[in-house]
């Protein structure tokens, strides 16, 4: 490639940075003041590529388009301003985790309210008017649009400093980003400057889409794909940094733009085609970043914000009657087989449940007692259901082998990818998991050549004799209870004890002589393996496994059950994931817009059960207790 | 033979040189305290023996091993044991889970992935308990209990490891005066016979006189006075550091 296309893509580049950056810096700026990870900002960001696209298309020319786009990021603004005062002032005190949760679940909401008022189609913008031409730069054709796109950005970033600089709401908010309680006990409004911090991100997000129309269709899968870029370049440039948002949003955009102008390279016999590069790029250099710079590039280490989140009680061994319990519960589903003669389905779902619940109680072992909140459980599911798949594919490999392979390559995964993630925590910790998670993910989908990519592998049938229902049933039932009751084994040894000590005080934890990373380390492996024959089965279960069943809302899906059922009860997980999968199951196969009531569903449970179905049972029954 | 030697140990914030050429022993059995106004570099020079800061400068030698560069599970592994400024247990847990995890940490059974862990060691945590007051709490959830409580908990953690040395960082701060006397006389029984030697912080001079066999005093990151009770309560320096000179303010500003 010549040093002329090079540079062209270079500048090609810098446009792509300033979107990012409208999007990054709003989220960065909304983390610095609340300190909630706004999952729901891609969404702000897609309905102004909607609204932006109604004004351009409806009222039509100049006024349409350049008129539009201030509107829109003004009504954007409105609306997340109504989101702040709706539903987040009323979690601005809850765990961390229920934030992200809540905001995901507005992601399934907005998706959906776009699907119902647009439609489904994707909505190609008009041109941008006075800006349809190009110029010639480098000997080759630069819109004058992009070129216009390349100084917002930064002029963005400048009106944002002076704001920051020289208002009271700008002091005000640097304030509250570096000591919150401090700003609050001096007597200034949280609420309004909370509300104020919410609409001017939101405003930034819908301009950001507003600004997209000339170049791209407005499309529904927007809001996670500008979401995951957004997350990147926050973590990047280091959370509530505006600097290090446009920083990283160049250094992401360039290293993208570069991947696709080397394209095939040869390196010797082996050629590497870096335009597949794209989509895991920008995870290895966050991955990279957050290796050598747990913060960011102008980040800081954040204050710890007080948490109230409940204390957990002592963890009991099983009283007779729970021990009762589980072993009647055992039996049911043995003889579930025999009771549901006459309704195959429900052996169907049977399995999908077992497996949702193994999926769940894994990620339940390291979320809970181990406090790291992983966002990409889905990549260990991913493994295990590829190393099995896999091994059929290409080797024919019998399905004994192919199940035993599964917690082996998650395992292998695990290690790998848990050994960086246990040096960080919090959001960071949150944000390396979905990272790796999403590079699992991209591998999967863009290697077509080893793993059919978005087709996925089929064919991959259990072997006899649990070809049919009953026994593949009985198989999973089998693998599901000894994976379950293993975790939990292990949660009661010294091993988990030591997982628990670490999370409640790393610095305790150090002090009576424990290597806290590397028991979190081991439990995000054991967890991993876990997961990984839950991948596995689903593989056979389903016959086939492709890249969107490993993607990121299967990790979502996994916090979900577990925040459903309760993360401080150790049968939570199982009782969440049940649920959850037959929930899931019903819904599905009754409404087009399941992803709108599964939200409503998160939303009810952190805003009025905020310790599940199992921890609100618990505390019904100590009542009761209490009370006679 | 000296149990703890601390040679020209040093650590600057900033612009601050929080503690400065510090050199001290402690001598095996002895009851040390270490003392100071606020600001004076005792937190500092503590967190640097356990391991928890790295010194800039100097050296911290135990029994022949130099400390300074280790980790504090290494520290803790050669017999140094400590306690808190700040009180705290790990709260999913009952008391008696508290020092069986330490006791388990001590016997290298981490790892261990089978047998439950509320049945090992239970019944030297039971005697752990017994000498600090709190076999009775033993079962109840360690995060219900009064913060003096939580103290004598901690205590018995920190005897867990069978130390040689014990670093108490303000062992008796937030407790009424009645409870930090006891605190401080249960230490002291403990570690007269078991032979520990101590080296402690504290700010109730009436503690620190009453039970410490030596007393060393810092400054602005300096040590300015090392000596028995006598001593440094007639050291003319330690009066000025507590008391002032009277000299940092002139009458004119004090009058404004």
């Known amino acids: ?628 | 033979m000296n149990d703890l030697a601390i040679r020209s140990l040093s650590k600057s914030f900033g612009g601050v040189r929080a503690v400065n050429e510090v050199s001290f022993d402690i001598k095996r059995g002895e009851f040390l305290a270490l003392i100071g106004p606020n600001g004076a570099g005792k937190s500092t020079c503590f967190n640097m023996i356990n391991g928890q800061l790295a010194s800039d400068s100097g050296e911290i030698w135990f029994e022949g091993t130099k400390l300074t560069g280790k980790k504090p599970r290494e520290i803790w592994r050669l017999g140094i044991g400590r306690t808190f400024q700040v009180a705290a247990t790990f709260n999913s847990m009952t008391v008696i889970e508290n020092v069986q995890m330490a006791l388990i940490s001590h016997a290298n059974q981490i790892y261990r992935l089978w047998r439950p862990a509320a049945s090992l060691h239970r019944e030297r945590a039971l005697e752990l308990l017994a000498q600090v007051g709190m076999r009775d709490a033993a079962d109840r959830p360690s995060r219900e209990l009064a913060y003096g409580d939580v103290k004598r908990v901690e205590l018995a953690i920190a005897l867990a490891n069978d130390p040689r040395l014990l670093l108490m960082d303000e062992p008796t701060a937030g407790m009424a005066p009645k409870e930090r006397n006891d605190l401080i006389a249960l230490v002291k029984r403990l570690v007269i016979e078991r032979g520990i030697s101590v080296l402690f912080t504290e700010h109730s001079m009436d503690v620190v006189f009453a039970f410490a066999d030596r007393i060393i005093v810092l400054a602005r990151g300096r040590l300015i006075a090392d000596g028995d009770a006598k001593t440094i309560r007639d050291n003319p320096q330690v009066r000025e550091v507590y008391f002032g000179t009277g000299k940092t303010f002139s009458k004119s500003e004090a009058s404004s």
């Open chain 1, 1 to 628: 490639m010549s040093f002329n296309a090079f540079l062209f893509q270079a500048i090609n580049g810098l446009s792509t940075a300033s979107g990012l950056f409208f999007v990054a810096a709003g989220l960065s700026l909304i983390f610095g003041v609340t300190r909630i990870v706004n999952i729901a900002h891609g969404s702000l960001y897609m309905i102004g590529t909607y609204i932006a696209y109604s004004f351009a298309t409806k009222l039509g020319g100049a006024f349409g388009f350049w008129g539009g786009i201030v509107a829109t990021a003004l009504l954007v603004g409105l609306i997340g301003a109504a989101i702040e005062i709706v539903l987040l002032r009323r979690i601005y005190r809850a765990p961390e985790l229920f934030q992200l949760l809540a905001t995901f679940a507005l992601v399934l909401v907005i998706n959906d309210a776009t699907l119902w008022i647009w439609g489904p189609e994707d909505l190609l913008g008009p041109r941008a008017p006075g800006l349809t031409g190009s110029i010639e730069v480098l000997g080759r054709r630069l819109p004058t649009y992009d070129i216009f796109l390349i100084f917002i950005g930064p002029f963005v970033l400048w009106m944002l400093h002076l704001a920051l600089a020289k208002t009271r709401f700008g002091r005000l908010m640097r304030a509250a980003t570096q000591d919150r309680e401090m700003v609050g006990a001096l007597g200034v409004n949280q609420a309004m400057l909370f509300t104020g911090v919410f609409a001017l991100g939101a405003l930034l997000a819908g301009l950001g889409g507003a600004l997209q129309i000339a170049r791209e269709p407005a499309t529904l899968a927007t809001d996670l794909i500008v979401i995951g870029d957004a997350f990147v370049v926050v973590v990047v440039g280091g959370m509530g940094s505006i600097s290090g948002a446009y920083l990283a949003a160049v250094i992401i955009a360039e290293v993208k733009a570069l991947c696709i102008g080397l394209g095939i390279v040869h390196f010797g016999a082996l050629s590497v085609n870096f335009s597949k590069l794209t989509l895991v790029a920008e995870f290895l250099v966050m991955a990279a970043v957050l290796i050598a710079r747990p913060y960011g590039l102008l980040g800081r280490e954040q204050v710890a914000v007080r948490s109230v989140a409940e204390p957990e009680e002592p963890m009991r061994p099983a009283t007779p009657t729970v021990k009762i319990a589980g072993l009647v519960l055992l039996v049911v589903l043995v003889c579930l087989p025999l009771i549901a003669k006459n309704s195959p389905y429900t052996l169907v779902l049977g399995v999908d449940v077992l497996i949702a619940v193994l999926f769940a109680t894994s990620l339940h072992f390291i979320m809970g007692p181990g406090g790291m909140h992983s966002f990409g459980h889905a990549a260990y599911f991913g493994l295990g259901a590829y190393g099995a798949a896999l091994l059929v594919k290409w080797f024919a490999a019998p399905m004994g082998l192919a199940l035993a392979a599964a917690p082996v390559l998650a395992l292998c995964g695990a290690l790998l990818f848990g050994w960086f993630a246990v040096r960080l925590s919090g959001v960071y910790l949150a944000m390396l998991t979905l990272a790796f998670a999403q590079i699992v993910w991209a591998a999967v989908f863009q290697w077509e050549g080893l793993t059919g990519g978005s087709n996925g592998i089929l064919g991959i049938w259990p072997a006899a004799p649990f070809d049919s229902r009953g026994p593949f049933y009985f198989l999973t039932l089998a693998l599901a209870a000894l994976g379950v009751l293993l975790l939990r084994k292990f949660l009661f040894a010294p091993f988990g004890y030591a997982m628990r000590a670490g999370r409640d005080s790393p610095l305790r934890a150090e002090a009576i002589g424990l290597d806290v990373k590397r028991v979190h380390w081991l439990a995000f492996a054991i967890a991993g393996a876990v997961c990984g024959v839950a991948g596995g089965l689903f593989a056979f279960a389903k016959g086939s496994i492709s890249a969107e069943t490993i993607g990121v809302g299967r990790s979502i899906d996994g916090l979900v059950m577990v925040l459903l059922g309760g993360i401080q009860t150790l049968s939570g997980p199982i009782v969440g994931a049940s649920v959850f999968a037959v929930l899931q199951d019903t819904i599905m196969r009754s409404t087009e817009y399941w992803r709108a009531l599964l939200g409503g569903i998160i939303l009810l449970l952190v805003l009025a059960f905020p310790s599940g179905i199992v921890g609100g049972f618990l505390k019904l029954v100590s009542r009761r207790k209490a009370a006679s």
